[in-house]
């Protein structure tokens, strides 16, 4: 049985406190957009536990059944998630705890265009202030939604994603193109030297 730390004991005070003390430790430069996040993916701490701490859908933190309220918590607290396989953590160097995720630990909220050797680059901002430029290390992928359309998402860091907003996604089909992709003409977005399939191209010209 996992022993319980203090952040479980001490609740969202203690969860507060250790973030805090965890967000002076920088990375290696590997995070979104390089904001020296702390190390997570080189923590292995003892599991102490879950927290009531609930990612909503929507990108809302909830503690309680509550939403937190305070942006720079929710920003804090983002820095030292961690997956694994298909569960979430807050890690610190001492504890670790499980949290639950609906669907995406992330939103992508804004995309701006900008240019690379006179290709376009696609960058994102999620709805926790980070800005990820698209490429092949943080692609799209686009799932298949159960009434048939195609949900977005851009990956991060570290297996952990942002569900594109619809308002984007609309974007991104405006600036969709078509390239043969292993032998099959594709329709999807590209991004500098990068090209992320959403569907076949045939489909998209019956729809």
């Known amino acids: ?78 820095t030292i998630l961690k997956r694994e396989g298909d569960a979430y953590f807050l890690v610190t160097p001492a504890e670790k705890v499980g949290i639950r995720v609906d669907d995406a630990p992330f939103l992508a909220v804004e ?20 800005w990820v430029k698209c490429d092949a290390g943080h692609g799209l992928r686009f799932d298949v939604a159960e009434d048939g359309g195609l949900v977005p998402y851009l990956h991060v860091r570290a297996g952990l994603w942002a569900k594109v907003t619809r308002a984007l996604y609309y974007d991104l089909v405006d600036r969709g193109e078509e390239r043969m992709v292993d032998g099959q003409m594709k329709f999807g977005v590209a991004s500098g030297a990068d090209f992320f399939p959403m569907s076949d191209a045939e489909e998209v010209r019956n729809a």
Request: charged share 20%; hydrophobic share 35%; glycine share 12%.
């Open 111 to 130: 995309m701006r265009i900008e240019r690379e050797k006179g290709r376009p680059e696609l960058h994102f901002r999620t709805n926790v202030g980070d």
């Open 1 to 78: 049985m996992a022993k319980q730390g203090q952040i479980v004991s001490q609740g969202l005070e203690g969860l507060t406190v250790a973030a805090t003390q965890a967000a002076t430790s920088r990375g290696d430069g590997s995070g979104a957009d390089d904001k020296a996040l702390p190390p997570v993916h080189l923590w292995n701490p003892p599991f102490c536990g879950d927290l009531d701490i609930r990612i909503a859908s929507d990108g809302t933190w909830f503690y309680l059944g509550s939403p937190i309220g305070r942006q720079p918590l929710v920003r804090l607290f983002s």
